[in-house]
């Protein structure tokens, strides 16, 4: 597991350090119009992401640092351990070295431009690995936009049959939510404390069908009653 093979290293926090006076601000030196993110999005990740964005277009490595970060997700998906050590308070030097070292091997050699490698010695320097798995996230946002697709998060009490994905994902793609020349993508997510039902979220449209929140209406009609 990658986490175990860092984490005698990242376990030993060092002390606090003073701010590093100068720290490199990826954003901006990124920056041009030609290669702006295609939507707008919030949050340190999401500025992280955003810039990470523009480096790789600048480059004409989109897809490459793409196919990067959905091979870190898939390795903080495996390893739940991996953001406890990357939100260790204080890493030294050699800590996150190691850590970057561990990183690269995930990717392999879809770094061929070093727009990985740059971005991660940057959220080093910055101290904000932990911000890491929020950026290959949004980043896969990014993308989705730029390819032209539309993401419809289908999350369900249990996992839902291909079937039953594959209907959602026709009787959606004919509808208004999805603009002309628009793909839709569906995500499927699991989530128990639903009990049952379906809770759709598409653009900024949330249909919740779920069996908790028919439950929660009712208590609620109930509590007014009495």
Do not use: W
């Not at 351990?81 to 850590?99: E, G, H, R, W, Y």
């Not at 392999?108 to 431009?113: A, V």
């Amino acid at each position: 597991m990658f986490a175990g093979r860092v984490a005698a290293r990242a376990a030993r926090v060092a002390a606090p350090r003073a701010p590093i006076a100068s720290v490199r601000t990826y954003a901006a030196a990124a920056s041009s119009a030609a290669t702006k993110p295609p939507v707008a999005l919030f949050g340190l990740d999401g500025t992280y992401a955003s810039a990470l964005y523009t480096a790789a277009a600048k480059t004409s490595a989109l897809d490459s640092t793409s196919k990067a970060l959905e091979s870190l997700l898939a390795t903080f998906k495996k390893d739940p351990k991996l953001q406890q050590i990357l939100n260790a308070p204080s890493l030294s030097a050699d800590d996150k070295k190691q850590i970057i070292a561990e990183l690269q091997k995930t990717i392999g050699g879809q770094d061929k431009e070093n727009t990985m490698k740059n971005f991660l010695d940057t959220l080093a320097e910055n101290n904000r690995l932990s911000v890491l798995e929020g950026v290959c996230e949004k980043f896969g946002v990014l993308m989705g936009a730029h390819r032209g697709e539309v993401e419809m998060t289908v999350t369900s009490a249990a996992p839902l049959d291909q079937k039953v994905l594959r209907q959602l994902e026709t009787a959606v793609s004919k509808s208004s939510y999805v603009g002309q020349g628009k793909k839709l993508k569906v995500v499927p997510k699991v989530n128990p404390d639903i009990r049952g039902g379906l809770v759709v979220e598409i653009g900024d449209r949330t249909i919740d069908l779920s069996v908790s929140s028919k439950m929660a209406r009712m208590n609620k009609l109930l509590q007014d009653a009495l």
